[in-house]
């Protein structure tokens, strides 16, 4: 049985209706890797048709150590940025869009040319040629499971990798000159500091989940393209944002970032 398609309609329906469930019913859970990526692009396409825009890029999700540790997966796995999702901030969103608004204080990139597929896998530094900037982000992370750590990774990822929203700040003109694994990250709720990190949490590098990603995408017939953005994943504790938060994510050099909920 293909799984794929009956799992994204009943993933968009459950995104439509803003339903929770416990977990996709058994029958419709993807069993692989290449069907839960499968279940992800019939839902996306879906998602286009519905609100428009178009593709820009892609989020890395399990970057860190406990969330792959809570889902089980020795590996991160990806969801697409849509460009109806997605703003430049400081912005304010609607509290209503969201079942659940998880802030995350993300490093983020865009690409500066197109990533050729190759036999040598790519890492942190020679992925960073193929990149025309670097700049703070913030990924609102949406699901409609009772609980996300129960579900399963294939689950996780046929949902978009539970992607709500993105905001990105400005590009930082010298982030070539930042040490991205000791960088410092402060989010800040309401004008208070809630957590510390640093790039060290991604991967042991933000870097290091850009070229996972760049070495992932053929393995399912993409490629980074000219023009992408990648969110690289919460550099820092998560945040559960309450209606009327407003949330900055602290980059230091590289930037800050906000984002406002409606009250």
Known sequence: MNRALPAAEFLFD??????RESALPDHIVPQSLDEAYLAQNHLVSRMLAHIGGQPIGYK???TNATAQRLLGVDSPFFGVL?????HPGPVTLESENFTVRCVEAEFAF?????????S???TAETIVPFLA????????????YHDWKTVGAFSLIADNAIHGAWVSGDPCPDWRTLDFVSHPVTVFVNGVSHATGSGAAVLGN????VAWLANELPRHGRQLRRGDHISTGTAADVYLA???DRVAADFGKLGRVEVMFTP
């Open 110 to 118: 865009e690409v500066g040319e197109d990533v050729p597929t190759t």
């Open 120 to 122: 040598t896998a790519y």
């Open 242 to 244: 309450a209606p009327g």
């Open 206 to 209: 933000p870097l290091n989940a």
């Open 60 to 62: 890395v999700a399990a």
């Open 14 to 19: 459950m995104r439509l209706s803003k339903r």
């Open 133 to 144: 900037s670097a700049f703070p982000s913030i990924e609102i992370v949406d699901h409609r």
């Open 82 to 86: 849509l460009s109806a999702s997605s």
